[in-house]
């Protein structure tokens, strides 16, 4: 009912900046908040940024001053701006997460929805 697709992802050296784009689209009523996730080789996925349909914005404490998020309430679309990646632990899968209503056969429906990911490699 809802699909969430990434893009934006890629290689960059130490220093460099990538900005991830999520749009959503489907049988979308109503995007509550909507988020970054990021799951680097061997790790648990974990909380990069979330941010609700308010604007109110959370980081995690390893890119706080370095990562922002922002979404278009018109495009449906949350980005992720990344500068000043210098950290290997950056080197990850990011996933875009999104807290939809829908409105299926006369009944809403809230669901978290996520996309298929988009890897992200820091390296010289």
């Known amino acids: 009912q809802v699909q969430l697709v990434e893009s934006g992802g890629g290689l960059v050296q130490p220093g460099g900046s990538l900005r991830l784009s999520c749009a959503a689209s489907?049988?979308?009523?109503?995007?509550?908040?909507m988020g970054w996730y990021r799951q680097a080789p061997g790790k648990q996925r974990e909380l990069v940024a979330t941010?609700?349909?308010?604007?109110?914005?959370?980081y995690a404490d390893s890119v706080k001053g370095r990562f922002t998020i922002s979404r278009d309430h018109t495009k449906n679309t949350v980005y992720l701006q990344m500068n000043n990646i210098l950290k290997p632990e950056d080197t990850a899968v990011y996933y875009c997460n999104a807290n939809v209503q829908v409105l299926s056969s006369g009944n809403f429906y809230t669901d978290d929805y996520w996309g298929q990911g988009t890897r992200v490699t820091v390296s010289s």
């Open positions: 941010i609700t349909n308010g604007g109110r914005t959370n």
């Open positions: 489907g049988s979308i009523f109503r995007i509550n908040a």
